[in-house]
């Protein structure tokens, strides 16, 4: 099945600096690709997917990119603000079987005012 | 509003009592998942669900019974819970079983067994 590695485990950012968190997949078939952003005492939140015809997409001041041939794909988040401190996970579906969500282990993002 | 509802939200409970997590969404979604959640593990699925009637196991069903007699009811059933259990458990939900579809969490169940 689809394995999905994680890195890295925790990303310390200053206010206003970016932050970029790196997933890997194994599964070539893997065609759908979301982030979700965890608060605390909260459940995991979509905040931003892509699909596998696309590249990058950019919503505001989040952007993913997708790069097939290595099976990776990256979260982006610019000018940080304190608010955008959390735990983010990455995860890919593979077609067939149960469509399941194959989840990495989660980034804890701290920015630093 | 759009969401997905599990209760309780806290549970301490001592082992072999058997427990019932409901989870319920309002979005008439066909494909409904339950994972746990623990430390350097990440999510973990449990069993879900294609839809009404139709259920089966995820990575990490030991332990865990669902059943499926309504679109919008998934409910998770501990039927002699270990210590091993405690965890914090997540139901989610999206539109269809099809692969590229957002999927939708609920807040959390926490589970503590003694």
């Known amino acids: 099945g689809e394995n999905v590695e994680q890195h890295p485990s925790t990303l310390s950012v200053q206010e206003g600096d970016s932050a970029v968190i790196k997933c890997t997949y194994s599964d070539s078939a893997s065609n759908y690709f979301p982030w979700y952003k965890q608060e605390l005492g909260k459940g995991p939140q979509l905040i931003i997917d892509i699909r596998s015809n696309v590249g990058e997409k950019k919503d505001q001041r989040i952007a993913v990119t997708l790069n097939k041939t290595a099976k990776h794909f990256s979260l982006h988040i610019t000018e940080t603000q304190p608010e955008d401190s959390a735990v983010y996970f990455c995860a890919a579906v593979s077609e067939g079987g149960n469509n399941r969500l194959a989840f990495g282990k989660g980034n804890q993002v701290v920015v630093i005012p | 509003e759009a969401q997905v509802t599990q209760n309780p939200r806290y549970l301490i409970t001592v082992t072999g009592k058997k427990l019932t997590v409901t989870c319920s969404q309002n979005?008439?979604?066909?494909?409904m998942s339950w994972y746990r959640q623990d430390p350097g593990l990440g999510l973990r699925q449990i069993y879900y669900s294609m839809n009404v009637e139709v259920t089966d196991k995820g990575d990490v069903p030991e332990g865990y019974k669902v059943s499926r007699k309504e679109k919008r009811n998934f409910p998770l059933i501990l039927e002699s819970p270990s210590p091993n259990q405690t965890s914090l458990y997540f139901c989610?939900?999206?539109?269809?079983?099809?692969?590229?579809?957002?999927?939708?969490f609920g807040d959390g169940t926490r589970l503590s067994i003694l």
């Open positions: 989610a939900s999206r539109l269809t079983s099809g692969s590229n579809q957002p999927q939708h």
């Open positions: 979005m008439n979604h066909e494909y």
